[in-house]
């Protein structure tokens, strides 16, 4: 009860919020920051792109356009029944997200418990107070909702009008059907939301883990027989992808979109400066150079994907017990890893995606910061929170004033804003290492126990590698 | 990552910080201070020197003469000043502009002032400027020399004696086969408000306030700016103004080439009438003192964040500018108008042979005189570290919450889950011990229990705790600033009805604020059985205060190091101090202490020794008087100056300074344990 009254509350006051200051000119100010809108989300190209289209130009002949097909028919749709009251359905789109991560949270609640329930035989002695309870996991979905209607990140992205907010929501549904356990449609999602911006394809690792699992729950399954299923699962999604190419093919009677949307995602032709490191490298380098490096770069974005799903699939990832003084002192180190985190391989793959992406952009930002109060049992053992917090609070108020100096104001350099997105970079690599820390740590102490001695009776500290 | 993933040595510094935050937030604010004012010592800053090599200054031989007869010019100018009290020689400056053979323009433009002053009239303005367009290049670049026109009234001093040496560079450069960059004549009306109408005008920017008409002629971008301030003959030294809008100053190059060059030819440049130290004396005690003032009176300059001069305006435009003024005494002064020629001369030839923009040498620096400087990579440091007693005071009351946050875990009922970010998981590794021996395996039943079992988070413990207990304080906080940063539009919109002056409006609304502030934790107090108590989590609030303090001198410090300096001696040991105390004196010493620093006081001091400067007549009584009357005027200039020119002073009052104070005002009202 009291939590459905706070729900209500969030709504209503982020979306007081976002209407008030979509009468101050901070919109126009967002909308031209470039951590907010590239080229790829930029709501000005959309409505260029539309006027082409509206004049029987292609929008995707030029280098203006980076818009799906079907986004630019909804977007051409959606402008022309709002007009001038555009800000109405972003705020809608917000809305939207908003009920879907309620529910999604309720799920994942569910989810927590249940996990704890299957997995209890394995735990040691004496963890009763790290034990998830009841009314801790109730506050989930309300953490979630407010984060996303109260955090600068999401608030900024809304008012700055980028269409990353689509993205974004279907990110949010390809969780919530996975929670859901509803196969179909998370991999529409999915589909969907690679058809958008490429990177989210990753998320079919995570998901196609996930229902193995689910099917195979009970009875052990063999490793071969696993991935094998694995990989049918992911061709749902993969295929679904392609569907929606082809139905933008037919849309658009070409080829041509191919090269401007996902294309223009792969080769990073726009090397306009963001919070990404990609724009800084690539201006400085020799053309011939340029395709080698590409693919090293988008390589490195899509290769975490690997280790991350072997590890916290089968293995656990935090492998390292370093001993303060002694070393190997936990001579038998039970491996007790089961197949259960996938969803968060999922979590972490989205933070990985805003951070090494051709085009970010606090959207990104927007959705794992939302997100990250699903895994509010493990702040207590995460032990960067007051760095992490405040480099993310540097680059925030950082980023526009050395924008301005470097662009406006003639006196700083390239360096000097590149050094905040780099410094942005690493924070979020220090959020997402710390995080894992902490889940792993956790995982650990429910396996292991609260107490860990050395052989000589001090206390043991233990060390991720 | 070293210190982020070993705990041990982490734990190691973590402990030292907060078992000795006091002692080391002290030293952290005495070093930097006195390290800071330190670098206007000689042998902690550096020469200047010329960075840009495409500037040559002095190569060329000087040819510039009159060509005119020099006094008659200046009794015609006279005649023409007093004719009317208000009239500028703008007609007689256009006739001679012409007569010389010089393609010249005038363009006018319009004001409408904000907030309803002059109820909304539209004030005209008219400059007047030449092109003499290169003869060897694509004429795709420019220079301006601009003289502002002063009318017999105006309080500051003549200028004429500019105009005769523009005219003098004129009728001399017109003749010059060499010139590769077009030069613009500019003289403009209304000090910086034609100087801005004219530069607007002429890169197309349209504002509400400010409305030029479209130029009539135009040249190329322009690459730097000269702006000359000379009332008449008879020169006594020169000063070299630099600083602009927002604190932004031109490049270092350029103020070197004017140094430099003014040098060359005997005349003497100082700084805010400051003549440098002798080489022999700079590093004796009375030496670092004069530098050490130079360099106070530079910073006091760049931190009113108002442009010194028209040049001030330039610098947004990304142009390099900067202004040279001229001292006159009737009988001591040795130089004449032809010196001033010749300089000029030669500073355009150096700026004639630049190849590319400014871009070497220094944006940001303190000049403790004209040929030594400080760069930011010398600043930085000392600043840093004033900074730093923030941060580490943040720290220590940050370990001091996690560590309240993970004691009640001696009692098994309540979750670590809800314990702060753990930096010491040691106290959750020791407790667990006794359970050890006696506890037995979970399974699913009891596991259920426990899942279903009914956990009191909130402690028994009255004293509040969490970010909810703050929240109240931090939101009127962003109200309070919201109301500050909207109340001149909404009060000059009530006040016209009223009849009341705009000023007095604005100035006694600010007053209101400033009273409702002082009330407001009094308001806050939540009302307990017996009396109105305010308690909150002031730890909470302390550490996101300093955080919140440090970032925004911090950001500032990139842009205005000055107004960051200033500001960070006042408020960081006060924000250090602060907290809720039982002894009255501490209590009131505290609240006297925050006062002092409130951004009013700020405003009054600063007024006061902006008006010692001006004048030293009718004692400190009279001069606190007076204070009191400049500051009303002057928080209206400001608040105009944000509508012309984009000022950003009153914004980052508004939004920064006052809600940073509020809080910390706050703190010093809650209940002590």
Known sequence: MATGIGLGLCFAAGIILRLSLFRTNLPDWFAERVEISNALTSWQKTLDGIALQDNDISPYRGDLFH????????????????????????????????????????????????????NVKNYAVGVEKIILRKDHVDLIPLAIVATHFLNPYSVAVCLGKS???????????????????????????????????????MLLVPAAIYFQHMSGQTKKTESSQFITGCGVTSMVGVGMTLGLYLISYFLEGSMRFLGATTGFILGVPDLTPNLGVFWYFFTEMFEHFRPFFICVFQINAFLYTVPLAVKLRDHPVFLAYVLVTLMSIFKSCPLFFSRDHPVFLAYVLVTLMSIFKSYPSYADVAVFITLLPMWKHVFSYMRNTFVVTNMFLVCMVMSPILWHLWIYAGSANANFYFAIALTFSTAQIFLIADLMFGYLRREFDLHNGLKHKLDNGKDAQIVME | MGILSNPKSRQLIVEKVSRYNN????????????????????PFNAKTYFSENALLPGVVESGFFFDFDVSSYITEVKEELKRDKRNV??????????????ETYKQNYTIHYPLHILQG????????????????????????????????????????????????????????????????????????????????????VHSQYIRPDELPARSGQIQAALNLE?????????????????????????????????????????????????????????GYLQSAGTMVRMMWAQASGSPSGNHGLFHRYHIEAVTLEAVCKKKTGRFSLDTVGRVVEGIFR???????????????????GTERYVSIGLYMIPFAIICCSCLIKAIALWVKLSADASKPDTDTDIAVGEGKAGSDKNVTETTAATQEKTGKKLDTKSLHDIVEEDTDIDDHDDRPSGVLSILPLVLSSVIMSVLCYTGPELLSSVAVPFKMNVEDGIFYGFIALFTASLMFPKMIARRTSEEKRLNFDWRLLKALTLIFQSLMLFGLALMNISLAYFLAVLFVPVSVLVHPSKSRV????????????????????????????????????????????????????????????????????????????????????????
């Open chain 1, 67 to 118: 818009e799906t097909p079907i986004m630019l028919r909804v977007f051409s749709f959606v402008s022309k029944v709002l007009s001038s009251k555009m800000h109405y359905f972003f705020v809608f789109i917000d809305i939207l997200s908003g009920l879907v991560l309620a529910s999604m949270g309720k799920e994942f609640s569910r989810y927590l418990l249940q996990k704890q329930v299957n």
């Open chain 2, 121 to 204: 009239q539209l004030v005209p303005g008219q400059n007047v400027y030449g092109i003499l367009r290169a003869r060897r290049a694509s004429r795709v670049e420019a220079v301006v020399l601009s003289v502002p026109l002063r009318s017999k009234s105006s309080e500051l001093p003549q200028t004429y004696g500019g105009l005769i040496v523009m005219l003098g560079l004129v009728r001399y450069f017109i003749r010059q086969p060499y010139w590769s960059k077009d030069i613009i004549f500019l003289a403009t009306d209304r000090e910086e408000l034609g100087m801005q109408a004219w530069l607007d005008g002429y890169h197309h």
């Open chain 1, 163 to 201: 269409t990353a907010v689509i993205n974004n929501f279907f990110i949010f549904l390809t969780f919530m059907f996975m929670l859901k356990g509803n196969l179909l449609m998370c991999m529409g999602t999915i589909a969907m939301a690679t058809y958008q911006s490429l990177y989210p394809v």
């Open chain 2, 89 to 102: 020689p703008r007609d007689w400056l256009y006739q001679k502009m012409r007569e010389a053979g010089l």
């Open chain 2, 23 to 42: 002692i080391l937030c002290g030293a952290c604010y005495v070093v930097g201070v006195i390290w800071f004012m330190a670098l206007a010592y000689k």
């Open chain 2, 350 to 368: 150096s700026l004639n042979n630049l190849l590319e923009r400014f871009h070497q040498s220094f944006f940001f620096y303190l000049l403790p």
């Open chain 2, 230 to 286: 000379i009332p008449d003959s008879n020169i006594q030294f020169m000063n070299i103004k630099m600083e602009g809008l927002n604190g932004q100053l031109p490049n270092l190059d350029l103020v070197n080439l004017v140094v430099r060059l003014c040098n060359r030819h005997g005349l003497q440049v100082k700084l805010h009438n400051k003549a440098d130290v002798s080489d022999m004396e700079a590093e004796t005690p009375q």
């Open chain 2, 586 to 673: 501490s209590q009131w010493g505290q609240k006297l202490l925050l006062l002092l620093i409130s951004p009013f006081s700020i405003l009054y001091v600063a007024t006061v020794i902006r008006s010692l400067g001006d004048k030293n007549e009718g004692g400190s009584l009279g001069l606190l008087g007076d204070a009191w009357s400049n500051l009303s005027h002057g928080v209206l200039l400001t608040l105009v100056d944000r509508y012309f020119f984009g000022n950003w002073l009153f914004a980052l009052f508004s939004f920064a300074v006052f809600p940073n104070w509020l809080s910390l005002w706050s703190i010093s009202f809650c209940e002590s344990e």
